[in-house]
């Protein structure tokens, strides 16, 4: 599904900003994440990805001291416990090479710098989606209000046209920007760094705006909605 989740190499690099980043195993608690929608695998690229425009997509990284052989921590205890963290949740589109708009749901998006202004998400490896958007070298981040979990759901299937019915735009990168989003982020692709099972996705923010203060969709403890009062 799209919601893939932010590593301990990107948390470390967390801005002022007061974004949080999400852990991978939030995505694997049950989130309508891109890492379990997209059933099929697509491969780890190892080489640069021509760009729609002819930009080189920078190769992934690998973060040092991933690999432990001596870990002994399970995979259903990350996402037990991990889960307890709150996130919010957003949709990262792109508009691919055959002129079709891609897009995903993800929980992982967090602010990463303020100067120069970077952010990042954390595709699975497994996605589908992901390839088309980092083929693109640009994209843009829809974060979702509370109103619209039957959007982030949609987004969250596989083999469906996600955009069936959706109001939206193209934005000055060319990415699909959904309209009743509480905010837009218009980035083009900086790097992508391996996360284990997951990429972590840098984007440098080109434009951005805040359309209205409503509430958030959230995610938690496998389910997402409203933030209770």
């Known amino acids: 599904m799209g919601i893939a989740t932010a590593t301990g190499a990107a948390r470390a ?3 002022p900003a007061g974004t949080p980043a999400a852990t991978p195993a939030g995505a694997a608690a049950g989130t309508p994440a891109d890492a379990a929608a997209d059933a099929s695998a697509a491969p780890r690229a190892r080489t640069s990805t021509g760009t729609s425009t002819g930009t080189a997509t920078p190769a992934p990284r690998t973060a040092p001291g991933l690999a432990d052989p001596h870990c002994t921590v399970e995979g259903i205890d990350m996402r037990t416990a991990l889960g307890s963290f709150c996130t919010g949740v957003a949709l990262v589109t792109a508009s691919g090479a055959d002129g079709r708009p891609a897009g995903m749901a993800v929980q992982s998006f967090s602010s990463v710098s303020l100067d120069p202004p970077l952010i ?5 490896h497994t996605s589908s989606t992901w390839p088309r958007i980092r083929a693109a070298g640009r994209f843009a981040v829809n ?9 982030c759901g949609q ?4 083999g469906s046209d996600k955009f069936a019915g ?5 934005g000055a990168n060319g990415a699909p ?6 905010a837009t982020v218009e980035c083009e692709l900086a790097d992508v760094l ?20 409503g509430e958030p969709l959230v995610y938690f403890r496998r389910s997402y909605g409203r933030v209770p009062h």
């Open 13 to 15: 690099a967390a801005t």
């Open 120 to 124: 990042c998400f954390c595709p699975a």
């Open 143 to 151: 974060i979702l209000g509370a109103d619209q979990r039957d959007l």
């Open 155 to 158: 987004f969250a299937v596989t």
């Open 166 to 170: 959706v109001d939206w735009r193209p």
């Open 177 to 182: 920007l959904i309209a009743g989003v509480l």
């Open 194 to 213: 391996d996360g284990g099972d997951h990429a972590i996705a840098l984007g440098r923010v080109t434009a951005l705006t805040a359309h209205h203060d």
